[in-house]
């Protein structure tokens, strides 16, 4: 068998490249939205999907993973991750990409519940490995969206997915020695005390505060994107302020107080950070940090303490993870199911207003009458190129006249244009991220009965 | 200090911190960033004491537009992009459920607002007024719509529109 470090740094691998992935395509959406000519909408079930699956496979995933042996269980899981994740870089249509996430997801959800199992006799300590399982799974999610977005701009979405292979096969190669090991002696039952049912508190918390930190990456990187006209590197070194912030926010964690303590409030923190993010004053990038930076901290907080929480005395590891796992991925799929009608309706409702404030200012302009009638036809023609997103005026201004002072007055007109397009942008996103942090809140409501019910 | 006193410090300053947040945000102007609204098309805009033909053209365009997005039930400036090119008229009349007949009637009690907001602001002499509004119940809709497109060819060249009357009372323009 494997000695143990390679084996640990593998399993750890394993559980953030699979966690990575219900977040990893955030950034990749503009770009998949265009090439395979869908929707909003419909774009949003490449993420949906994936966290669907996770949460209706992850359970009877951890079962399967004890019926035959967790090393087999992880190798088998990370191959068909694998091979699911070339199948995603190879779709050409909206449908074959999902149909691939599904399959993707059945197998990182028997990767990550096995590798559950297999980390305590890895690290020698049931807590040092539950706190190393949820430490990389948050750090996995957190990061997912950044290294998604520089896969996106560096080569191409389908990058994402096509690096994930190898990625996985590398992950897999220390856990084939434990399978093997496994097929040579049987499998060996490694704790058959059942020690209760799932904590169900713990993971509606975990189900509530993960659809609100969904809310934040998923929202904040549209917003980024589709509002602010960012390009995808743009955007991921924009978003990389909140894993930054997690990964600090997981090295002070554990010594700040008890599970319950740490969990209340990193849901606060995420919280505050959506707040912000809703209340945004400017248009400006740098406003989005220090939301983001509430956020992280948050989320490295309130998941590896609610993780920690679901698991502690609670045997078997894999089934309890899998039950955390279900509760993460079913949070973040309504989340996102809920949130998504919601913003699309706003962004479209927003994209109509700022049209209006647009062709207000166009024609309260000092601009001659000939110039602002021409303006606004051009305003016209932008708005039937941009298929339902707030579209980029800018162009509608090029030429600029020649004579001096009636193009500063069109200069003039184009920032003010620029400001109400902002402005719509920005707005448009405000009732979800409100929403958002509300979950959060309600998040707050199970980490508090958990200290006076047992469950 | 206790896990206690350190669980409860961390819980005070996770609120702290976001309350600090949004209390700036909102302090900076975060709950009123949002696109400036239009206003009511059926509403009197006051005219802003124009100088020239060219301004006073501009407001009679704008009250005209106005009248007609009043009439039509949309905003004026969801209207001035429907009128830019025949294309996005037929797309806007699609949208709107508007016919031919209904985008007339609009266009035309839309000039005869701006004709009576030019009377009242002076910019139009009454003498003017009448022979205006019985011109404008006579034009095709086309011709109608380039009126407000550009009111210049109408106030500028009064004689194309009034016949030989036209010139006479032309002199009375401010």
Known sequence: ?455 | MSGEGKGRFLVAAAIAASLALVGAYLAAGGASYEPAKTQDPCKPRPWTEPEGLQEIAQQFSLSALDGAACELGVSRETLARALATPQSRERFMQRYGIDDAKLARAIRAGLLRAISDAERAGALNPLLAAPLRATVRQIPVDQAIELIKDARSLLNNLESFLGPAGGLIEQFLP
């Open chain 1, 1 to 455: 068998m494997s000695p143990p470090r390679p084996r640990l740094t593998a399993l750890a691998v394993a559980v953030a490249l699979v966690l990575a992935d219900s977040s990893i395509v955030v950034l990749a959406l503009p770009q998949i939205y265009r090439d395979l000519d869908t929707s909003v909408a419909g774009v949003t079930w490449v993420l949906i999907s994936f966290n669907l699956v996770m949460a209706l496979a992850a359970v009877p995933a951890a079962h399967l993973a004890r019926r035959i042996g967790p090393g087999r269980a992880a190798a088998i899981g990370l191959a068909v991750f694998a091979g699911a994740g070339l199948a995603c870089g190879l779709s050409t249509e909206l449908s074959t990409l999902i149909a691939a996430r599904c399959v993707q997801a059945l197998g990182g959800a028997l990767a990550v519940t096995a590798v559950l199992e297999l980390l305590p006799a890895t690290v020698g300590s049931e807590r040092r490995a539950v706190a190393i399982w949820a430490t990389a799974g948050a750090a996995g999610a957190a990061l997912g969206p950044a290294v998604g977005g520089l896969l996106t701009e560096l080569v191409s979405w389908q990058s994402i997915f096509l690096l994930q292979a190898p990625l996985a096969i590398a992950a897999g190669v220390p856990v084939l020695a434990v399978a093997r090991h496994e097929a040579a002696t049987g499998v060996i039952s490694t704790e058959l005390r059942r020690t209760g049912r799932p904590h169900l508190l713990a993971n509606l918390a975990l189900a509530l505060v993960s659809a609100a930190i969904a809310a934040a990456l998923f929202l904040l990187v549209l917003l980024l994107i589709e509002g602010w006209r960012l390009s995808p590197i743009g955007a991921a070194i924009v978003v990389s302020a909140m894993p930054l912030a997690a990964l600090l926010g997981a090295r002070v964690g554990p010594a700040m107080g008890s599970e319950r303590a740490r969990a209340a409030a990193g849901a606060i923190l995420v919280s505050g950070g959506l707040g912000g993010l809703a209340l945004l004053p400017h248009a400006e990038v740098a406003l989005t940090v220090p939301p983001q930076i509430l956020v992280g901290l948050g989320l490295a907080l309130v998941l590896s303490a609610l993780t920690e929480t679901a698991l502690a005395g609670r045997a078997p590891q894999a089934i309890h993870g899998g039950w955390t796992i279900s509760a993460r991925h079913a949070g973040v799929a309504i989340g996102l199911i809920v949130l998504t009608p919601l913003f699309t309706a706003d962004l479209a409702q927003q994209r109509n207003d700022a049209l209006d404030a647009s062709t207000a200012v166009v024609l309260d302009s000092k601009v001659e009458p000939l110039l602002k009638l021409q303006l606004a036809q051009r305003i016209e023609e932008r708005l039937e190129g941009e298929r339902g997103k707030v579209p980029t005026l800018g162009p509608a201004f090029e030429p600029l006249p020649e004579d001096p002072a009636t193009r500063a007055d069109v200069i003039l007109l184009r920032e003010e244009l620029q400001d109400q397009l902002d402005r719509a942008a920005t707005h448009a996103f405000s009732p979800s991220f409100g929403l958002g942090a509300l979950i959060g809140l309600l998040a707050l409501i199970p980490i508090g009965l958990a200290r006076r019910v047992d469950l």
